[in-house]
Structure formats: C-alpha cells, structure tokens
C-alpha cells in the first residue's frame, strides 16, 4: 500500500504541472482575445439626418418706394419739365420716384403744369384734403403751387404740412375737329386753352388729353398754336395751346397770328373783415356781364381778392366790385371756374345785363 501512495503521487505531481500549463495557456489565449479584437466588416449605414441649422433672414431695411411702381400714364417722352425749387434737407420735401407729372390741382382732371423727373426733388407746401397729393412750391405756376400725386413721391418731414381746399376744376373747352389733312394737333396731356400765346394770358379753360383740334395759326415764336374752339365757350372762336403738350400735323404753313394785347391790369380794393369775397386761382378776365360774350373790362392776377355783391342766375359767374376807372358801375363778374370764395351763401342772384 505504501508503493501505491508513492506511485500515486508521482503520477499526481506532472498532472498537475500539466493541468496548470493548461490553464496558463487559456488565460494567455483569453487575453490575447481581448486586447486584438476581431476586425468587423462595416456595413453600408444611411447618412445621420440632422436638421438644417435656423439661419435667420437677411435683414433689407425698407425702401420708400411707393406702392406703385407703374409709370405714371400722364408722363409722355419729351413732356417739359417744370422748373421748381430743390427740398431743402431737414424741411417739408417730396422726391419724384419715378417721371410723373405736376398738376394745378390735386386730381387727374386738372391741367399739367409739366413733368417731374425721378430723383427730382421739391418743396412741399400741402397736402389734399384727403392725403393723396402734395402741394408742392412751383414758381412760374399761376399761384406759385403745383400738386404731385403721392403714389410717385418719397416724402420726407411733412408730417406737419397744412391741409389746403381743392381748387375749382376748369371747364373743359369743346375744340373744333379738322378734316383729314387739315392742320391739327391732339393733346397729348390736359392743357389750357388761353386768350393769348403765353401763360400770364386768362384761360378760357382746358383741353382734354386726346381731343384734336384744327389747327388756323402759330404764335409769333412758334410756341403756340392757335385752334378752332367752340365758339359757345370762347366767343372769338379761337384760343392758344402750347404747342409743347401736343402732336401737331400738316402746320408747316399755318400762318402766324400776332400776339394780341393782355387786358389792362385791375386791382380791386381788398374786401372788408368777413365780407363775400373771391379769389383768382390764375389769370382771370373781368367782364361786364355773366357771360363769355360779354365785353372784358380787364383782368386780375393769381392770388387777387374782391368783395363778391352777387351771383348769376345759373351760378357759374360772381359779380365783384371794381374801380369806377374800369367800370362805371362800379361792378364786373368773373367766372366761378377760375376763383375760390368765402361767406357767399347769402349772396344775391343779379339780373344778367344786356350784352354790350
């Protein structure tokens, strides 16, 4: 039994050298195991979809440009441009923000006085009743204004502006149509229609835009046209355009007409503290009744004021006070169409004398 133990442990002492190589063996493997790890073939993964970043809109500060954008329509090429006096920066002005036009009043049915160029700028002076138009300082205008229409301008400081009345629109003149190849001319904007070739000369009212007429004569410097006019408006059956606002045809060899002389000068007294008055909105003629065929006794300039004593029977003519040294009688009448008034409710109708 003794030599079994001993045999029994020499079998037992490499079996366990053996078994302990084993295991050191295992653990060299596991930790090879662990520090090489087995190369994994990457598969093909859709991109990560990660939102756009907000990026927050590019500030553009506003531009005054107007809401329109249009060309104004009473703008034509080779209009003449109206002279005016330049903004002044810190003071009430408008800047044209594209070509339109200056009217004499604050509407499309008023004349043209000329164009407004973009980039133009002016002294602003008003503003309508309604907010659609600005009255701007225009000098060579009868009054010394002009009207812009707000759709085409940039203002600038007119918060402050007065608010100044419409004047009266001037009746339209009825023009006398040519034959086909008789001298002509059509208007190409809405023009006066005078009594003599230049713009200190009383107007008998306007030309619509479009209206052609015969054309009889050309001013002495060919600047004005003299055409047929209804004679049941203007008594001589004739008045002056500016040959400027119009197309003229077949005129070559229209005859000059001499320039006639401006009726004299009147400067009625000023009227008294609430009294009727009117006010000449241009150049105004005087007569000695209601009436374009009654004789004229003189004119007034732009800005003028008389004290109104009565009214005609259809309401189109005041009766004014005048110097005796203009009229015996000490009265004229102007037309409604050229004045405004004030306190003239309770004004009289006058009888209408007889044509002299």
């Given at each position: 039994?003794?030599?079994?133990?001993?045999?029994?442990?020499?079998?037992?002492?490499?079996?366990?050298?053996?078994?302990?190589?084993?295991?050191?063996?295992?653990?060299?493997?596991?930790?090879?195991?662990?520090?090489?790890?087995?190369?994994?073939?990457?598969?093909?993964?859709?991109?990560?979809?990660?939102?756009?970043?907000?990026?927050?809109?590019?500030?553009?500060?506003?531009?005054?440009?107007?809401?329109?954008?249009?060309?104004?329509?009473?703008?034509?090429?080779?209009?003449?441009?109206?002279?005016?006096?330049?903004?002044?920066?810190?003071?009430?002005?408008?800047?044209?923000?594209?070509?339109?036009?200056?009217?004499?009043?604050?509407?499309?049915?008023?004349?043209?006085?000329?164009?407004?160029?973009?980039?133009?700028?002016?002294?602003?002076?008003?503003?309508?009743?309604?907010?659609?138009?600005?009255?701007?300082?225009?000098?060579?205008?009868?009054?010394?204004?002009?009207?812009?229409?707000?759709?085409?301008?940039?203002?600038?400081?007119?918060?402050?502006?007065?608010?100044?009345?419409?004047?009266?629109?001037?009746?339209?003149?009825?023009?006398?149509?040519?034959?086909?190849?008789?001298?002509?001319?059509?208007?190409?904007?809405?023009?006066?229609?005078?009594?003599?070739?230049?713009?200190?000369?009383?107007?008998?009212?306007?030309?619509?835009?479009?209206?052609?007429?015969?054309?009889?004569?050309?001013?002495?410097?060919?600047?004005?046209?003299?055409?047929?006019?209804?004679?049941?408006?203007?008594?001589?059956?004739?008045a002056w355009v500016e040959k400027a606002f119009t197309m003229p045809s077949n005129i070559d060899t229209v005859p000059v007409i001499a320039t006639p002389e401006l009726p004299p000068p009147v400067q009625p007294a000023p009227p008294p503290a609430g009294?009727?008055?009117?006010?000449?909105?241009?150049?105004?003629?005087?007569?000695?009744?209601?009436?374009?065929?009654?004789?004229?006794?003189?004119?007034?300039?732009?800005?003028?004021?008389?004290?109104?004593?009565?009214?005609?029977?259809?309401?189109?003519?005041?009766?004014?006070?005048?110097?005796?040294?203009?009229?015996?009688?000490?009265?004229?009448?102007?037309?409604?169409?050229?004045?405004?008034?004030?306190?003239?409710?309770?004004?009289?109708?006058?009888?209408?004398?007889?044509?002299?």
């Open positions: 039994m003794e030599t079994n133990a001993i045999n029994n442990l020499k079998m037992t002492k490499p079996r366990k050298i053996y078994l302990t190589i084993i295991a050191l063996l295992l653990i060299t493997s596991l930790v090879a195991c662990g520090s090489t790890p087995t190369p994994v073939t990457p598969t093909s993964l859709p991109p990560t979809s990660v939102p756009p970043t907000p990026v927050p809109p590019t500030l553009v500060p506003p531009t005054s440009v107007p809401a329109t954008s249009a060309p104004d329509p009473a703008y034509f090429p080779d209009e003449p441009v109206a002279v005016v006096p330049a903004g002044v920066p810190g003071q009430p002005m408008v800047e044209a923000a594209i070509n339109t036009v200056i009217y004499s009043g604050p509407g499309r049915n008023y004349v043209v006085y000329g164009a407004f160029l973009g980039g133009v700028t002016a002294t602003a002076v008003g503003v309508s009743t309604d907010g659609q138009w600005y009255a701007i300082s225009v000098p060579v205008a009868p009054g010394g204004n002009g009207w812009v229409s707000a759709a085409f301008v940039l203002p600038t400081n007119v918060s402050g502006l007065p608010v100044l009345a419409s004047p009266p629109i001037p009746p339209t003149v009825d023009m006398v149509p040519p034959q086909q190849g008789d001298p002509q001319a059509t208007a190409l904007a809405q023009i006066f229609v005078r009594s003599g070739p230049s713009n200190n000369f009383p107007a008998f009212g306007i030309a619509q835009v479009g209206r052609t007429a015969l054309v009889i004569g050309k001013s002495e410097d060919g600047a004005w046209l003299v055409v047929r006019a209804d004679p049941n408006v203007v008594g001589a059956g004739f009294a009727p008055a009117a006010t000449a909105i241009d150049f105004v003629n005087l007569r000695s009744g209601p009436g374009t065929n009654y004789k004229i006794l003189g004119m007034v300039a732009p800005g003028t004021a008389g004290e109104v004593v009565g009214k005609s029977q259809d309401g189109l003519w005041w009766q004014v006070k005048v110097p005796t040294s203009f009229a015996s009688t000490g009265v004229a009448w102007v037309s409604a169409a050229w004045v405004t008034t004030t306190n003239t409710a309770n004004v009289p109708v006058v009888t209408a004398p007889p044509p002299v």
